[in-house]
């Protein structure tokens, strides 16, 4: 069969996460740390110290008992495009050390040309970069379960959320051994989507037509955080509740969103 | 030649320069980026041969498939598995996490024997044959002496096979003290039992309900076969299918639910009953069902319900009002598919029987049994054993009245009942107990109970693959290896519709010294002689599998798991022909049935009530929490070490509470230091904490983190069934 | 004395063994923060308060802080050397002492803050042309190799070093072409103290510190320039001021201050009324236009109230540079202190609220402000350039002509 996109070569990977179905179990949290070696300590408690490449936020309608409402946001690195690939972590790396991606569109970060400046969270106002304050230590034995299609991060280095890059790495490989010229949406889903108990997560190609983000991303309930900053951001929400679409930027009180 | 100070300098400035201009700094300056880019001490994982090998989880009843990455001998990686009927592909935290428990620094690495005193944690490692050994001749000493009753074991088990094996044990060596740890699964079949006839698993058609009523079940919490209930919740959003639920606190369910019913706390039962009054009075019935298929309607039920449970009555009770009490019961009458629900949360205590019964009673109201997206009657056929020929000690021990106060044969078992017996020392000592995959002396209430029954029995065998609380108080550690490593039969998945039998199959080579529970047990049996090695001439644990699953097991290796997707629950005409479903359970008395159970303490003194909650991000049962999902537990549950209690920012105000604040929280129980929570979502005058945390046992990852809720809480056997019943108990909080 | 021999000559200095005992003193303080700083480099970032919100804490405030007082040197010689006003050579080397002391300490401060300081190279290796910290790095180490080239004629004015003729005549050569290298100083300062107003104003993520500007540069870059050269003679001055207290000596006319301090006046005038324009469009029009209200920036929180603002700009910046126009002002020694410590006081303020404010406000709707307390590893890191600067101005003092009029000022009889 004839792929009708084959000549797109400009890929713009996104997610689309339906918060009208996440529970906040946690499972995308936890299946990010198993697939990328994320490390943790005996006291993780303090949230301002704790890598967690994603992230559930529990969003409360402020309104008191009994019509208290709450949502859960999954939040992982929203992999922002800001102007001409301008991310507002990118552009600030004096090292070069995170980068934008024009193929994919995913903003990579690299471990061992990071010198740790902090620069890139103090710009990232999803707070979805990480330092490594401490040296990452498994309980002795425990680093068998270490996948090393990726590799664990030294001390002293900020990480964050790469889209499961590695896999898309392996579909590309998988994909040009099978002589296939483009992956296939199915070929490469990162390790929070395919966990995700509630099927909450749709990862793919934002600008192929053939993806269900495509579609999904127009949803007229759909919505990206802080829009309003220039951040341009790959990941979309869709909530079927107001106060949850208007929790995703900043309004005056006079104003509303648009959708 | 003299050197001045001048040419001193001038050598020294071209030395500099030198070396400045010299491949050597520099060389040296990009050596160290490399060392500090390759440093020892950071792990670099070796790479190997990548291959997948599926297998089912039985970390909970969930009884998902997970398809496990390797590299080489190595697992690294926990996935769902995508052919999964349960699970298709979805994974829950827990099961995501079970790599650390493989490797996970809690392992109890061989057999040990306690040196020191109980629970001191000294232990000396001894071999296989030494410790098959001490458990043989104790047996063999108290079997010999005649008293075999005095022999008991408590199991959390997964494996169908292996509970048989208990059972089968039991029934040769001559006790009547087998405890299975009952969840609310037990409580569903007992009510389905007495209300239906006939034994069956409970299954929930949910996938094609039209609409779901959930008593206080955490369906989006971890009850059933919690990845599936996810992705049932996610087909009802999509399909407009509505989701109620009553509970007073806004729990994960609460918040996805349609409408949330925040009802006071153990009336959830009156609010059902209250619905069915509406539905009686309003003749919403289905009457084709009520009227050919049922009993005790119009001459008990209605009666009961009639007189005691007008909407007006109970909204005072509940804290419900009338006009939505109408509206639920209108709106599930007339619903397509409705399905009632119940359970407290994860349903790991299985609870008080009249929540069971009315919530029952509302499915046969509406017609809704053995229905498409109904409640179904599932039964999973398996091949059974010879029977037992106990010989004379056996049938003397076996004579004796079980400690639970449950008739034998047994089909249920009352664990906190044995407990307060054993704790009481009534009737007849317990001289050795077995516990296998359980964790009694921390997941049953009022813990010092238990360990008070506990101090009362000399020998304590764990066959615990991990140090948990009740392992690090045993006298001796049989550990058993972990899911992973192992074999073991998975049959019916808890709430699932459909018969399925599932094989759970070692993934790597066991990372420690340890049998499986069964195989030690067939060697136990061997060395008891008599009897007992007759029962029991398994060759080993495999064998046992093959003889309770028949043909399938050689299919489930390679499968994993066997569904029926054709079944189809019997026809009304079938279930009902013989024995009709009856709105009073049978051989319980009408005014009983449908009673409320209390809460333990007096309101004066303690004036809130405090209900133990569970979250999917923490495992509360034998299973202790895994380092991944105490990571990703909220700074709201959890602060160091502090645990905190959660309250509304009302009964905050009341008590002088800021958020933070440290705090006492007493009841009839105990008492524990806390920190308090501020959330809206939780009704005035109620605290709630989760299960899970606060264990005694375990490692730096999870050792004196937060408080056991259980420790607070009051054992309240079920005026019917004797289950455990709480579902909370009265406290206070004061400033600490 | 035991080192009469390298006291210049004309001035009177205090005992050895006194000298010493102050030196012990600071040095201690120095070795506790020598202390801290190898914690931190070989036990890492888990020694301090940082945080995952507070990337940048104290530590970037303080290389802020120091680089804009160390804006005396370059101003001073901007001054000096390319306007003429040759008074000012009176002060000129006590400005560049401080100036050499603030830069190193801000170079020696950011080798403790990166996680990994064995790869801070790669800042220049691995340049990205977009970032403002790529322009800090680079134009603060040239800065920082041109205000060496300024201190070193300095240290040849030591009598020993300069009886050597070629450092004799070294020194002299350099006092020649001082000018090119102060022009340079001056155009190099002009980028780094601007870029390290563009590292906060450039984050379009963080509306509190977000400003629009000209070209690639955010207001805020401008507005850094203008503050270092209006605040950094003032705390040229501050300094000068604290060694005249200690040694218990005027060291510096007048003349020459009074001058300085009208400079530094001005300069402070015309740049708050451009921060006062900058923080009323800012208020008005750029951060609403993100969805913000300015009390947003300034309520829900322990700490940072309006009351931050009003320190900043009123009591650091309009009544300071009030005093310091009007000539009753700064001829009142008490009304020039006060306004010059309340300058210091106020450029102090801006940095930390550009980096730590910046910080601690929240921009998603349903985050929550962060507050921080630095650990005492991090007060001792910050406090350890301040012990160094202090053993440098003690040394320097004691053996080199910084103050030219000190002999004229303080006759020996
Ligand atoms: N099947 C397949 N094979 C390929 C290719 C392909 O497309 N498909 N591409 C080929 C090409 S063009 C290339 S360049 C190679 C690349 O092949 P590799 O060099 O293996 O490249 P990666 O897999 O990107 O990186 C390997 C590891 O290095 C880690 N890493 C990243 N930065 C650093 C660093 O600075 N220092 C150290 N020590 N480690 C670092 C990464 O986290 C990762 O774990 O693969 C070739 N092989
Ligand atoms: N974020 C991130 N970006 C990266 C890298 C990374 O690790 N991370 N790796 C970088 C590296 S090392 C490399 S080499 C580049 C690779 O980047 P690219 O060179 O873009 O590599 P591909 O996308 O694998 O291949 C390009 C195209 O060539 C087509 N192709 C295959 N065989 C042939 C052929 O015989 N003839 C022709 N005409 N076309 C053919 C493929 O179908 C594909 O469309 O990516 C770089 N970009
Ligand atoms: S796994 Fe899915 S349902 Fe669970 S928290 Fe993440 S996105 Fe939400
Ligand atoms: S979310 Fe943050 S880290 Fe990710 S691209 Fe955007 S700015 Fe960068
Ligand atoms: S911390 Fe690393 S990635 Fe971030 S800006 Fe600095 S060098 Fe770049
Ligand atoms: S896409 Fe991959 S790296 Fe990003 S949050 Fe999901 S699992 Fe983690
Ligand atoms: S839901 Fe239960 S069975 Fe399924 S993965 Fe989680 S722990 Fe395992």
């Given at each position: ?5 084959s ?9 689309v ?9 946690g499972?995308c ?7 990328n070696?994320?490390p ?9 110290k ?5 992230r559930v936020?529990?969003l ?6 009994p ?6 946001l ?9 102007h ?8 600030v790396?004096p090292?070069t050390?995170?980068d934008y ?15 740790g400046?902090r ?6 106002p999803y ?17 068998k379960?270490?996948?090393p ?10 990480e964050?959320c790469?889209?499961?890059?590695h ?7 998988r ?8 992956i ?6 990162t390790?929070?989507?395919q966990?995700c ?6 990862f ?17 309930r ?10 341009n ?14 929790a995703?930027?900043?309004?005056l ?6 959708k | ?12 400035v ?16 990009d ?5 500090s880019?390759?440093w020892?001490?950071?792990p670099?994982p070796?790479r190997?041969e990548?291959k997948?090998v599926?297998?089912?989880?039985t970390?909970?009843?969930?009884g998902?498939?997970i398809?496990?990455r390797?590299?080489?001998e ?8 995508k ?5 298709q592909?979805?994974i829950?935290a827990?099961?995501l996490s079970g790599?650390q ?16 005193e ?15 050994r ?25 494996s169908n ?11 040769a ?6 405890m ?6 037990d ?9 239906n006839g ?12 039209g609409?779901?009523?959930?008593l206080?079940?955490?369906l989006?919490?971890?009850w ?6 996810f992705?049932?919740n996610t087909?009802?959003k ?11 606190r806004l729990?994960?369910?609460?918040a ?5 019913i ?6 959830e ?43 007006e ?6 804290g419900?009002?009338a006009?939505?009490i ?5 709106e ?5 598919r409705?399905?009632?629900?119940c ?5 790991t ?5 009249d ?6 009673a509302?499915n046969a109201?509406?017609?809704?049994i053995n ?5 179904w ?18 049938k ?8 639970d ?11 906190n ?11 007849y000592?317990?001289e ?7 964790n009694?002396?921390?997941t049953?209430n009022?813990?010092?109970m238990?360990r008070q ?15 948990d609380d009740t392992a690090a108080w045993?006298d ?11 074999t073991?039969d ?13 094989l ?7 990372q420690c ?5 069964g195989?030690?047990l ?11 090695a007759?029962?029991l ?5 495999n064998?046992?599998?093959e003889?309770?699953?028949?043909e ?7 499968s994993?798991?066997w ?7 019997a026809?009304w ?14 051989g319980?008395?009408a005014d009983?049935?449908f009673k ?6 007096d309101a ?6 405090l ?5 999917m991000?923490l ?5 202790g ?14 602060k ?5 209690i959660?309250?509304?920012p009302?009964t905050?105000?009341s ?23 501020l ?5 005035p ?10 264990h005694?046992?375990?490692d ?10 259980n420790n ?17 108990i009265r406290?206070?909080l004061?400033?600490a | 004395?035991?080192d ?6 004309g001035?009177k200095?205090?005992?050895?063994g ?25 036990k890492?970032?888990?020694?301090t ?6 990337g ?9 802080a ?6 005396g ?10 306007t003429?006003?040759?008074e000012l ?24 803050d ?10 220049f ?17 040239c ?10 004629p300095l240290?040849?004015e030591n009598?020993q ?5 070629f450092?004799h005549?070294?020194a ?6 001082m000018?090119?290298?102060?022009a ?12 390290l107003?563009?590292v906060?104003g ?5 509306p509190?510190?977000y400003r629009?500007?000209l070209?690639i540069w ?7 320039t203008?503050?270092a ?5 003032c ?18 006319k ?53 009351w931050i603002?009003?320190?900043e ?9 009030l ?24 450029v ?5 609220v550009?980096?730590?404010?910046t ?5 998603m ?5 962060a ?7 991090e ?8 012990a160094?600067g ?7 003092y ?12 303080n006759?020996?009889?």
């Amino acid at each position: 069969m004839k792929n009708e996109h084959s000549h797109q070569t400009t890929k713009k990977f996104g997610m689309v996460i339906n918060l009208d179905l996440c529970t906040g179990c946690g499972s995308c949290m936890v299946a990010c740390m198993a697939e990328n070696n994320v490390p943790f300590k005996p006291d993780e408690t303090d949230k301002l110290k704790s890598i967690t490449w994603m992230r559930v936020y529990r969003l409360t309608n402020g309104k008191p008992f009994p019509e208290t409402d709450v949502c859960y946001l999954p939040r992982p690195c929203q992999h922002c495009e800001g102007h001409d690939g301008h991310s507002p972590c990118v552009s600030v790396c004096p090292a070069t050390a995170t980068d934008y991606d024009s193929l994919t569109g995913i903003v990579s970060q690299i471990y061992t040309r990071c010198f740790g400046c902090r620069y890139c969270m103090a710009a990232c106002p999803y707070h979805a970069r990480y330092f490594n304050w401490y040296d990452p230590v498994w309980p002795d034995g425990m680093e068998k379960y270490l996948n090393p299609n990726v590799s664990p991060r030294m001390r002293g280095v900020v990480e964050k959320c790469s889209f499961c890059y590695h896999r898309y790495q392996a579909a590309k490989d998988r994909a040009y051994v099978e002589g296939q010229r483009d992956i296939a949406e199915e070929d490469y889903q990162t390790a929070c989507t395919q966990a995700c108990p509630a099927g909450a997560i749709t990862f793919g190609d934002l600008n192929n037509p053939d993806h269900a983000v495509y579609k999904l991303k127009q949803d007229p309930r759909a919505f990206r955080l802080l829009e309003r900053l220039g951040t341009n951001t790959k990941v979309y929400y869709i909530s079927s509740k107001d106060w949850v679409r208007k929790a995703g930027d900043n309004y005056l009180p006079d104003e509303r969103p648009k959708k | 030649m003299k050197i001045d100070r001048r040419c001193f300098l001038s050598l020294a400035v071209g030395a500099g320069a030198g070396i400045a201009l010299s491949p050597l700094p520099w060389k040296l300056t990009d050596d160290l980026s490399i060392w500090s880019q390759n440093w020892p001490w950071t792990p670099v994982p070796k790479r190997g041969e990548a291959k997948t090998v599926n297998s089912v989880c039985t970390l909970c009843p969930g009884g998902c498939g997970i398809s496990v990455r390797k590299i080489d001998e190595r697992a690294v990686k926990i996935e769902g598995m995508k052919t999964h009927p349960v699970n298709q592909g979805g994974i829950c935290a827990l099961g995501l996490s079970g790599l650390q428990l493989l490797y996970g620094p809690t392992r109890v690495k061989g057999p040990l024997k306690r040196v020191g005193e109980r629970g001191k944690g000294q232990w000396m490692p001894i071999s296989w044959d030494e410790a098959i050994r001490e458990v043989t001749d104790k047996l063999t000493g108290i079997r010999k002496a005649g008293r075999p009753q005095s022999v008991a074991w408590i199991s959390g088990a997964a494996s169908n096979t292996l509970n048989q094996m208990l059972d089968r044990f039991s029934q040769a060596y001559g006790t009547p003290n087998g405890m299975r740890l009952p969840t609310l699964e037990d409580a569903y079949g007992l009510s389905v039992s007495l209300m239906n006839g006939g034994n069956a698993r409970i299954g929930f058609d949910f996938e094609h309900a039209g609409y779901v009523l959930s008593l206080g079940a955490g369906l989006l919490d971890g009850w059933g076969s919690p990845v599936r209930m996810f992705k049932a919740n996610t087909l009802w959003k999509t399909a407009g299918v509505k989701l109620v639920h009553v509970e007073p606190r806004l729990s994960r369910t609460a918040a996805k639910a349609d409408t949330w019913i925040s009802v006071n706390p153990g009336t959830e039962a009156a609010l059902a009953l209250a619905m069915a009054h509406v539905i009686l009075k309003e003749s919403l019935y289905k009457a084709d069902f009520v009227e050919s298929y049922t009993e005790k309607l119009m001459d008990g039920f209605r009666n009961i319900v009639l007189a005691d449970f007008a909407p007006e009555a109970v909204a005072k009770v509940t804290g419900v009002d009338a006009a939505t009490i109408t509206m639920l019961a209108r709106e599930f009458a007339k619903a397509k598919r409705p399905i009632a629900v119940c359970g407290r949360g994860q349903g790991t205590l299985p609870g008080s029987l009249d929540l069971f019964f009315a919530t029952h009673a509302l499915n046969a109201l509406v017609g809704n049994i053995n229905q498409p997206g109904g409640v179904w009657l599932v039964r999973e056929e398996l091949p059974s054993w010879p029977d037992v020929q106990p010989d004379s000690v056996a049938k003397a021990g076996l004579g004796y009245p079980r400690l639970d106060g449950i008739q034998t044969p047994a089909r249920i078992s009352l664990p906190n009942r044995f407990i307060q017996a054993v704790a009481s020392g009534k009737d007849y000592p317990v001289e050795a107990l077995l516990v296998i995959e359980s964790n009694p002396l921390y997941t049953l209430n009022d813990t010092a109970m238990v360990r008070q029954a506990f101090s009362k029995i000399p020998f304590i065998v764990s066959f615990s693959s991990f140090m948990d609380d009740t392992a690090a108080w045993s006298d001796l550690i049989l550990p058993n290896p972990v899911y992973l490593e192992r074999t073991d039969d998975v049959v019916g998945v808890s709430g699932f519709p459909y018969p399925t039998i599932a094989l759970s199959q070692p993934i790597v080579k066991p990372q420690c010294n340890t049998r499986p529970v069964g195989d030690v047990l067939l060697q136990i049996a061997k060395g008891l002689g008599d009897s007992v090695a007759a029962a029991l001439a398994w060759k080993d644990f495999n064998a046992c599998l093959e003889a309770s699953l028949g043909e399938r097991f050689k299919s489930l290796r390679k499968s994993v798991v066997w569904v029926d997707k054709a079944y189809k629950p019997a026809a009304w005409d079938e279930v009902f022909a013989a024995e009709r479903f009856s709105f009073l359970p049978n051989g319980i008395a009408a005014d009983a049935a449908f009673k409320p159970v209390g809460i333990p303490g007096d309101a004066g003194g303690f004036p809130l009530i405090l209900m133990a909650y569970d979250t999917m991000r923490l495992s509360n049962g034998y299973i202790g929490n895994p380092p991944f999902l105490t990571k990703i537990l909220e700074d709201t549950v959890l602060k160091q070490t502090d645990g905190l209690i959660e309250i509304n920012p009302k009964t905050a105000k009341s008590l002088g509470f800021d958020e933070g604040d440290r705090a006492q929280i007493e009841t009839p129980k105990g008492k524990a230091f806390v920190k308090v929570h501020l959330d809206d979502g939780i009704l005035p005058g109620v605290a709630a904490m989760p299960r899970g945390l606060g264990h005694e046992a375990y490692d730096a990852y999870l050792a004196g983190k937060g408080i056991n809720v259980n420790n607070l809480m009051a054992s309240v056997n079920d005026p019917v069934s004797g289950f455990e019943a709480a579902w909370g108990i009265r406290a206070k909080l004061s400033k600490a | 004395m035991i080192d009469a021999a390298l006291i210049p000559i004309g001035v009177k200095r205090c005992s050895f063994g006194k000298f010493l005992l102050g030196l012990a003193a600071v040095g201690a303080v120095l070795l506790w923060g020598v202390y801290a700083m190898l914690l931190c480099w070989f036990k890492g970032l888990n020694q301090t308060n940082m945080n995952d919100y507070y990337g940048f804490a104290l530590w970037i405030w303080a290389d802020l802080a120091v680089i804009a007082l160390g804006g005396g040197a370059f101003f001073s010689g901007f001054l000096k050397y390319l306007t003429g006003k040759d008074e000012l050579k009176n002060i000129i080397n006590y400005a560049v002492l401080i100036g050499f002391i603030c830069y190193s300490s801000a170079l020696l401060i950011l080798a403790i803050d990166v996680g990994q300081p064995l790869r801070s190279w790669f800042i220049f290796w691995h340049a990205n042309v977009h970032s403002m910290l790529t322009e800090v790095a680079f134009c603060l180490s040239c800065y920082f190799g041109v205000l060496t080239i300024e201190f070193i004629p300095l240290i040849l004015e030591n009598r020993q070093l300069n009886k050597i003729s070629f450092f004799h005549h070294l020194a002299h050569n350099m006092h020649e072409i001082m000018a090119v290298f102060a022009a340079t100083g001056a155009f190099l300062s002009f980028f780094h103290q601007g870029s390290l107003g563009g590292v906060s104003g450039v984050l379009f993520g963080r509306p509190f510190a977000y400003r629009e500007g000209l070209f690639i540069w955010p207001w805020t870059f401008f507005l850094f320039t203008w503050s270092a050269a209006a605040y950094g003679p003032c705390f040229t001055l501050m300094i000068t001021k604290i060694t005249e207290l200690i040694s218990g000596k005027k060291l510096v006319k007048d003349n020459v201050i009074e001058l300085l301090a009208k400079i530094s006046g001005w300069m402070m005038a015309t740049y708050i009324v451009a921060k006062i324009i900058d923080t009323i469009y800012w208020a008005t029009v750029t951060a609403p236009s993100k969805g913000f209200l300015v009390s947003d920036f300034y309520t829900n929180n322990a700490f940072y109230g309006f009351w931050i603002l009003i320190a900043e700009i009123l009591l650091g910046g309009v009544v300071p540079a009030l005093i310091l126009i009007t000539p009753a002002g700064r001829k009142n020694p008490t009304a020039r202190n006060t306004a010059i410590v309340l300058a210091v006081i106020g450029v102090c303020i801006n940095r930390w609220v550009m980096v730590l404010q910046t910080m601690a406000a929240p921009v998603m709707t349903f985050d929550k402000w962060a507050l921080y307390y630095p650990s005492w590893q991090e007060v001792a890191t910050t406090v350890l350039p301040v012990a160094y600067g202090a053993i440098l101005i003690m040394i320097c003092y004691r053996y080199l002509p910084i103050f030219p009029q000190e002999p004229e000022l303080n006759p020996i009889d």
